[in-house]
């Protein structure tokens, strides 16, 4: 079975810190993806990645960077953590176009 | 901008009923998808329909599509407690590279 991991499933960080959000899938998927989550919006993405080294902007991209350096690890980085960034993260990996993609168990970031 | 937009927002049901989500979009798709999500969880995929096809099924589920209406239906045949959850809809763009843009949801839940 395929699995996405993500490196905490709660996460409290104070305004202006920087923050950094793992995701690992261990399918050997070319692409991976970023999505914030919020009540009556659904799913936004943030950032994606289709190849190591490689990323592309999402709808949502303001106040977000990612890095992919191997190809299982993609990274989600908060460079000055804000109230508004508060959210469920949810990070997804796919093996490439027309199939389905599979989800890690969200990280829900809190921040004060 | 928002490809997929699911309908009802919300569903309460009685265990043993049938629950129908809606959902429309704008533009071609090479498929669409839907996923389910649990409180707090990430989401599972649970089936995917191509634009050639008109229906599909698997265990109680089953999925219908019109690309001339732009909508895909989701029909959960006697429902139970454990279906409660979110469902959405994620469509694969036509020359949308590999990212699925999804819909805001249809929250259901199954009373007993």
């Known amino acids: 079975d395929v699995k996405v991991t993500q490196s905490s499933r709660y996460l409290v960080k104070r305004t202006g810190e920087k923050v950094f959000l793992e995701c690992v899938q261990d399918?050997?998927?070319?692409?991976m993806f970023w999505y914030r989550q919020d009540p009556g919006l659904g799913l936004r993405l943030i950032y994606f990645?289709?190849?190591?080294?490689?990323?592309e902007k999402g709808d949502i991209p303001e106040g977000y960077s990612v890095s992919r350096e191997k190809k299982e690890r993609f990274s989600l980085i908060l460079e000055s953590a804000s109230t508004n960034q508060t959210s469920m993260y949810l990070c997804?990996?796919?093996?490439?176009?027309?199939?389905?993609?599979?989800f890690g168990p969200g990280t829900r970031l809190t921040v004060t | 901008s928002q490809q997929g937009e699911e309908d009802p927002q919300a569903l309460s049901i009685q265990e043993g009923e049938n629950a129908t989500m809606n959902c429309s979009y704008k533009?071609?798709?090479?498929?669409l998808q839907w996923y389910r999500q649990n409180s707090g969880r990430g989401l599972v995929h649970l089936i995917l329909?191509?634009?050639?096809?008109r229906e599909k099924h698997s265990g109680r589920l089953r999925v219908t599509l019109d690309t001339s209406k732009k909508s895909s239906s989701l029909l959960i045949t006697a429902s139970r407690a454990a279906d409660t959850a979110s469902y959405f809809c994620?469509?694969?763009?036509?020359?949308?590279?590999?990212?699925?843009?999804f819909g805001t949801g249809t929250q259901l839940k199954v009373e007993l």
């Open positions: 997804a990996s796919r093996p490439g176009q027309t199939y389905e993609q599979y």
């Open positions: 399918m050997d998927h070319e692409n």
């Open positions: 990645s289709y190849d190591v080294k490689m990323k």
């Open positions: 533009t071609s798709i090479n498929n």
């Open positions: 329909i191509r634009s050639n096809e």
């Open positions: 994620a469509t694969d763009l036509t020359g949308g590279g590999n990212k699925l843009t």
